[in-house]
């Protein structure tokens, strides 16, 4: 066992155990309980770091450990782990998938990106174009956005909910409470087929997303970061803290529990992303398939042939 799996180690011992539910405590939606995303959940939150130094290595180690878990994982070939990506703009979405990710082999993990849906996806139900990016058995999944955009962006815009193509019959004040048990259903059908989920909002300021957004305008090579859609889209703050919220308490279930990350640091959104994702696999007591004695003894001989080759 290497340094970085050994249980004597302090920063992997972060997410084990108690000192992983102290940890936790702030940032998970507990299921079953009405949430206040403004009183509740604070965007600065850093936990008992006081700078960026302070976490390097941990998550430095928290990757490394990572990548030996999504080894296994590919290995055993039982669990997929599903993890779901939401957040405003500028939040850091992209960078906390790069930097998590970034021992993770390439052939066991797959990144969806959902944009605006297209003619093909609108002449489908709204969970089919996240349906059939779904990860193997083996691998992991990652949703940049997903299909909780449509109980977010399409109630803040309801002239988006009338271009759906549904039947005017099916678009009344029981809409959106359906659409939460649906997703319940259907994550809950993913878990008992094996598909663990960890579902993530990335929780920035209003105030830290608009000097992000200003940084992109400064800076030449983050120009294509930005579109004046997005400066648009702060008037309606509001609103999406609103159906963010009522989301939380109606989506937050105990196969399918959302976590509140604070994203005003991007250090230490990366550290509890990572950590919550190792925890996670770790509790599925992952392992390297075992052989045969048959398989065993054909090993042996594949051995001694290639050993005695000249």
């Not at 155990?17 to 102290?22: F, I, M, Q, R, V």
């Not at 990860?135 to 309801?158: A, D, M, Q, W």
């Not at 105030?207 to 400066?231: G, M, V």
């Not at 599925?284 to 001989?301: G, R």
Request: aromatic share 12%; charged share 25%.
């Amino acid at each position: 066992m290497t340094k970085h799996h050994n249980q004597k180690d302090s920063s992997l011992n972060l997410f084990d155990t108690k000192s992983h539910a102290e940890f936790m405590r702030p940032l998970i939606v507990p299921p079953g309980q009405k949430i206040s995303l403004a009183k509740d959940y604070d965007p600065g939150y850093k936990a008992h770091y006081l700078k960026k130094s302070d976490s390097k290595s941990d998550l430095q180690e928290v990757i490394e450990a990572l990548k030996h878990y999504q080894d296994m994982l590919y290995a055993q070939n039982t669990y997929s782990l599903l993890i779901i990506f939401q957040a405003m703009d500028a939040a850091g979405k992209d960078s906390t998938i790069k930097h998590v990710m970034s021992g993770i082999n390439p052939q066991g993990c797959q990144v969806h990106s959902f944009k605006a849906p297209s003619t093909e996806e609108l002449d489908h139900d709204y969970l089919w174009r996240c349906s059939k990016a779904l990860p193997e058995r083996g691998k992991i999944g990652i949703f940049n956005r997903s299909y909780y955009e449509e109980i977010l962006i399409t109630r803040v815009h309801p002239e988006i909910l009338a271009q759906r193509q549904l039947p005017p019959s099916l678009i009344d004040k029981h809409i959106w409470k359906d659409r939460f048990e649906e997703i319940n259903k259907f994550e809950k059908y993913l878990v008992s087929n094996g598909t663990i989920i960890l579902k993530f909002f990335l929780n920035v300021s209003k105030e830290e997303q608009k000097e992000r957004f200003l940084e992109r305008i400064y800076r030449p090579e983050k120009n294509w970061k930005f579109s004046t859609n997005d400066a648009k889209e702060r008037t309606f703050w509001d609103d999406y803290m609103t159906v963010y919220e009522d989301m939380f308490n109606h989506t937050s279930t105990e196969w399918a529990p959302w976590h509140i990350i604070s994203a005003d640091h991007k250090w230490f959104t990366r550290l509890a992303v990572a950590g919550i994702i190792y925890a996670q696999l770790k509790e599925l007591n992952l392992h390297y398939p075992k052989v045969s004695e048959a398989q065993h003894l054909e090993l042996l001989q594949a051995k001694v042939m290639l050993e005695s080759e000249s």
